[in-house]
């Protein structure tokens, strides 16, 4: 079992939902889908490099013949897969925090659901749907996803600054230097092994 | 299309795992012995295989019940799930995978019900999709970046910090003649290996919490 690999945590949940209310789930998604400012949230909290959401209706599950029992189950289920940074106590908490209200209308249609706040039940709630990860890959465990759109940026940077410097004097090159300087300052931190944090 | 969000594909794959009473250990149990041999740095057989950004793989032993008044139901057979976060087109991504690493595929998908090899890549990559789930909602934080430019971007960042540091209040010609050379080594160097942890740093000492 490996829920974490270098930077990056593997978190994945199943909770059931009545049929009907797998309408409303899914017009909610649709919604978030094609109104990207609705993302805006999930965009800033900037701890997650990918996240995913999959409703399985209760026919659905994948089904291959050749001796398999299909699966037909009362409630429709939801997935849910998230790749973050940091600790689990912090991810839940911040969810909880800052997409309080949408957490809210995503999984209020799950059984059982407590609401996210107050935080204690919700990861109660969390804790007994989530399911441990046997094994776990990513391409850049050294890097968060703050180290992700900070690295692309000071590549960007730094092709403009190569195209200019080719054919440009050294004065000209010296003030266009100091600007790229200027420009990716805040997009030096170091990657590599992540703190230990209890 | 909810499976993509920019360049990045999410592939949610749930396979039956075989369930024979007679097999000792378990297939599940055979499955999540595999997995925990297998390495997950740049010797892992997603790091071998190209285009894959994050991959998981779960055996999910059944739902879970969230106590009454819920309904206690359970599943039939247990799912090996594989949940991959990849570049572009399925079928490239799933026949890179059977190409590079036949098997690693086979050792761990061998175990589940109508599983037809790789050897035919056909058969394997339409087995692939009877098992995929379409995903409803799909978020990346960077969606327009493939893996070998992320890995490049994390180099590039690396050696501008030592550059940055290393050249300061240095006179214009001679900066921009070593800028010059330093763009040129670093753009022959090869793109890192996914999955490695990038040069080992001096740890740095005298921080205010020591």
Redesign the interface.
Known sequence: ??NI??K?Y?M?A???MKPWKTLV??AF?LL??LVKPL?KD??NL?F?????????PRS????????????E???D?L?F?S?FNGTWNQYIDAFADVLGSKLNLIWRW???FPGSNPVTGFKE?IA??Q?????????????T?N??????I??AS?DD??QR??SCS??E??TA?LNF?IQ?QG??G????APIVF | MPNQNGSVFGLTILSPIIDDEKATPSHDLQIRKYLATLPTGPESPFAQAPGTHLARLVVMDDVVFVGYPAIEEHLQSKYLVFETNCDADLDEYLSGLAKAVPDHLDAIWSHCVGYPGVANSGAFIEYMKACQLETTLFFAAVNDKSVPVTLRALQTQRAVTDFIADHQGMEPARLQKEFLEFVGKLESEPVPKPGTMGPQRALKTGGRNE
Do not use: C
């Not at chain 1, 997650?48 to 399985?56: D, P, Q, S």
């Not at chain 1, 599950?61 to 029992?69: D, E, I, K, L, R």
């Open positions: 079992m490996s690999n270098g990056v593997a994945n199943i909770t059931p789930v899914k998604f978030l889908r993302q999930l965009i900037s997650i490099e990918f996240a995913r959401w999959v409703v399985i659905r599950f994948p089904y291959v013949g050749q001796g398999q029992v299909k699966d189950m009362k409630y289920y997935l897969f790749n799950s059984e059982k709630y007994r749907v399911f441990d990860t046997d094994y776990y890959f990513t391409a850049y465990p050294q890097a996803a180290d992700l759109k900070s690295a692309h000071v590549q730094l600054l190569v410097a080719r050294p004065a090159f010296s230097y300087v990716v997009h030096l170091e990657t590599g092994e």
